[in-house]
């Protein structure tokens, strides 16, 4: 039975859809004021995988993620690069998507914008104010936290326990604004200089939950199957959610609410300050995606995973292997179409029902990889097969199979690298990529870089600030 951990009841429990067959998934997207580390990478790999195991068991699924298009570190980043706030969102927007396709992530069904979905944001702000749940402040509204009497429901977390400290958490300017220490933004009215739409509240912008809120509802309704995101979203975003939309609809937001867990670099927290950043882009140069993609599925996915260079060395290798099996079916050209192991797909789903259980999963795949390996080296180095082929194609057909949901197919095979690009155009490419940096234009220096890589050509930034690169391997 399939069946998922529900974060609100802190429990497994069995998935049935509000409408048979169909299955609505929310999904928080990125801020887009920087480019995604492999943290995002993490998160979005799992919903992605979400959402395929699910169109694999048969369901249609309708799959929703946003973009927080405006916000306080969207408008941070523009002031630093002295650059148009609607310029780094849009440069950034290009490189995620560059970045999901690097991992396989397929796009979801809809990406609505913040900036899109004014309307309705504002029309959920007029409703609560009518509901007494949020007042105006100085060009500001906002949510009275106290008159929601479920919060916390979400993360566990105590009104009381959340009240010690809140005032001293406090900017000058919130304390002036807020009635109580725990209300936050619905709507923040602009400072000098800034961005602003005109409401009846002010000339301002929209807060950061109100968002989710208005774009669940706008297209997908009041209540969705599967509400997801990173373990960090559940308080207070996930939190702040609840609150406004169940207050205004009366219903539940979500019957399930998923989660990831974070991810550490060398057993710490991924930190710029400590120079373990890293981003996807940055990671595809140094190992192949899927191989990013194989080791984040190893562990399950409410589970840390710990990136190291040992860990990214042994997915690479597990992941050439799975390549190796999957082109030496290619070369037989075994016939895709036929019966499939049904005792393996029987265990893997199992496992994949159990709460998305990919490490077991996987077992089952590395299982079928290990018993075509050893036929694929002898009929590499010109030995005879020792299996008959009718049983190859079956058990390739099934590897195939249960890697769909996985997302861990290969990709076609790379055209002969001399044909290319030439080593002038590469220069080029390089200068303009070093032209981009010393503007402080990371955003076109990383999509150089990753353009690049998409031909073969993997760029190494030396100490001294000079770049060479290599084809790769």
């Known amino acids: 039975m399939l069946s998922f951990y529900n974060t609100l009841s802190r429990r497994k429990e069995p998935f049935v859809p509000r409408v048979p067959g169909q299955v609505s998934v929310y999904v928080c997207g990125v801020t887009v004021y920087d480019r995604c580390h492999i943290g995002h990478g993490r998160a979005f790999v799992v919903w992605d995988t979400l959402r395929r195991y699910l169109v694999w068991r048969g369901f249609q699924v309708q799959y929703v993620q946003n973009f927080t298009d405006i916000d306080d570190k969207i408008i941070r980043r523009a002031q630093e690069e002295g650059r148009d706030w609607q310029a780094v969102v849009e440069d950034n927007i290009r490189a995620y998507f560059a970045d999901m396709a690097l991992l396989n992530i397929q796009p979801a069904d809809l990406y609505p914008r913040a900036t899109e979905s004014l309307g309705e944001i504002e029309l959920f702000i007029e409703t609560l104010l ?30 009381a326990d959340l009240a010690v400290g809140a005032s001293e958490r406090m900017q000058a300017e919130e304390i002036e604004r807020k009635q109580d220490p725990l209300d936050f933004a619905l709507w923040k009215a602009a400072k000098p200089g ?20 208005a774009m669940i509802q706008k297209h997908l309704g009041a209540t969705i199957d599967i509400h997801a995101g990173g373990e960090d979203l559940v308080f207070p975003h996930h939190e702040n959610e609840i609150a406004q939309s169940e207050a205004v609809h009366g219903v539940p937001l979500a019957n399930f609410w998923m989660h990831n867990a974070f991810i550490t670099v060398n057993g710490e927290k991924m930190s710029k300050s400590l120079g373990n950043f890293i981003t996807i882009a940055d990671a595809a140069t140094r190992y192949d995606p899927l191989a ?55 265990r893997f789903t199992q496992a994949m029902d159990n709460d998305l259980n990919t490490p ?53 095979p790379p055209q002969p690298k001399a044909q290319a690009l030439t ?39 030396n100490p001294d600030k000079t770049t060479h690169w290599h084809w790769q391997d």
């Open 130 to 159: 009518g509901q007494g749940l949020a007042y105006r402040s100085q060009g500001d509204v906002y949510y009275a936290v106290r008159k929601f009497p479920d919060y916390g429901k979400l993360s566990g977390k105590r009104l």
């Open 194 to 213: 800034e961005p602003f739409w005109v409401t009846g509240f002010s000339e301002g912008r929209p807060g950061w939950h109100i968002e989710c809120s």
């Open 292 to 346: 990013l993609r194989l080791l984040t599925l190893q562990s399950h996915y409410r589970t840390a995973i710990d990136f190291t260079d040992d860990s990214l060395k042994s997915a690479q290798i597990a992941w050439e292997r799975v390549e190796q099996v999957v082109r030496f079916g290619e070369e037989l050209n075994l016939d895709r179409a036929g019966d499939l192991d049904a005792a393996s797909l029987d």
């Open 360 to 412: 077991q999963g996987l077992a089952v795949v590395f299982e079928l990889v290990k018993d075509l390996l050893p036929e694929r080296n002898v009929h590499r180095h010109g030995g005879a097969l020792t299996v008959p082929l009718d049983q190859l194609a079956n058990s390739w057909r099934t590897l195939l199979n249960l890697l769909a949901p996985l997302g861990l197919i290969p990709s076609a």
């Open 423 to 461: 080593a002038s155009v590469i220069e080029e490419q390089i200068a303009q990529r070093r032209t981009a940096k010393n503007a402080r234009d990371f955003s076109t220096a990383d999509r150089i870089r990753a353009e690049l890589l998409t031909q073969g050509v993997v760029l190494v930034d």
